[in-house]
């Protein structure tokens, strides 16, 4: 399971030091996690953003389950040691997205940005 991205100041550090990619659905900003001192592998932590311009709290929270489901369901493609932020657009409310397709969208996003650990499921972008 992943570790939650909760301060701003991680959020920030993820967007200046990292790279951001766009999919269909939402976007992935992601960077490596800082040096730890202790010799355990640091957790993978994700932090999710549906701002106001995607409509009311009932849409916004909508966005974020998909996006959490979403990640909760790739996560043995996910590989330890990364921040990683998700930024719900538009189209997840809009087209009214099902998991399925923020998964296969979450899925392109990690393949294209080289962190998803999975080769044999490169794919093309969603339709």
């Known amino acids: 399971m992943f570790g939650r991205l909760t301060k701003g100041a991680d959020f ?3 967007r ?16 490596r996690m800082p040096a ?6 640091p957790q993978t932590r994700i932090g999710y953003i549906a701002s106001k311009s995607l409509g009311k709290a009932v849409q ?3 966005a ?8 909760r369901a790739l996560s043995d493609v ?9 930024i719900a657009h538009g189209k997840i409310i809009e087209d009214k997205a099902r998991m399925q397709q923020v998964r296969d969208d979450l899925l392109w996003l990690l393949n294209k940005s080289n962190i998803g650990t999975n080769a044999a499921a490169k794919q093309g972008p969603p339709c």
């Open 16 to 31: 200046d030091q990292g790279r951001r990619w766009r999919g269909r659905f939402c976007a992935l900003n992601a960077a």
């Open 36 to 41: 730890v001192s202790d010799s355990n592998t």
């Open 12 to 14: 920030q550090r993820v």
């Open 78 to 86: 996910i590989p330890d040691g990364w921040d990683i932020v998700l």
């Open 64 to 71: 974020r389950r998909l996006m959490r489901a979403a990640a």
């Open 60 to 62: 916004r929270n909508r």
